[in-house]
């Protein structure tokens, strides 16, 4: 089977133009949607004056507590009696980094308590996500 041109003969060239489209579409699409896709949850993060940013590859996970005391590890829900258990799996065993992300409406108590519960779970290095302060203009 083939296409048959007006010189009765065959062409034997595929067409590439419709998927070069679809391509460019498609990385078009990726393109405009990737910044969008923020991890996480909602949280109203602290302000500091120095913060740096969260590193964007996948070598480290964020555990965040809403402003309602829910406990998420990435955007999965996780109950406080598990916390522990899923840490071990997520994060110790595969030697990933662990960030916390915490509302500033949430007690102090409750963040010590998931604190001690990341500890207990054998996690030694974990890092602490806050906003950057605004800057007061000076008159």
Same mark, same amino acid.
């Given at each position: ?9 065959? #062409? /034997? %060239? ?5 998927? =070069?489209? =679809?391509?460019?579409? #498609? ?11 923020? $991890? ?6 602290? $302000? ?7 590193? $964007? ?12 005391? %829910? ?13 522990? !258990?899923?840490?071990?799996?997520? *994060?110790?065993? $595969?030697?990933?980094? #662990? ?11 409750? *963040?010590?308590? =998931?604190? !001690?519960?990341?500890?207990?779970? !054998? ?5 602490? =996500?806050?906003?950057? /302060? ?6």
């Amino acid at each position: 089977m083939g296409m048959y041109t007006n010189n009765r003969g065959m #062409l /034997a %060239e595929i067409n590439v133009t419709p998927f =070069v489209d =679809v391509m460019l579409v #498609l990385l078009i699409i990726f393109m405009v949607t990737a910044p969008l896709m923020t $991890q996480g949850v909602e949280v109203d993060l602290p $302000q500091t004056r120095t913060v740096r940013s969260l590193p $964007q590859d996948n070598e480290h996970l964020v555990l965040s507590i809403n402003d309602k005391g %829910e406990i998420f590890l990435d955007e999965y829900k996780v109950d406080f009696n598990e916390l522990q !258990g899923h840490l071990e799996k997520l *994060v110790k065993k $595969q030697n990933k980094m #662990l960030f916390l992300r915490a509302d500033k409406s949430v007690p102090y108590g409750e *963040v010590v308590r =998931v604190m !001690g519960e990341i500890k207990a779970a !054998g996690i030694d290095r974990m890092g602490v =996500v806050a906003e950057p /302060a605004e800057q007061k203009r000076k008159k």
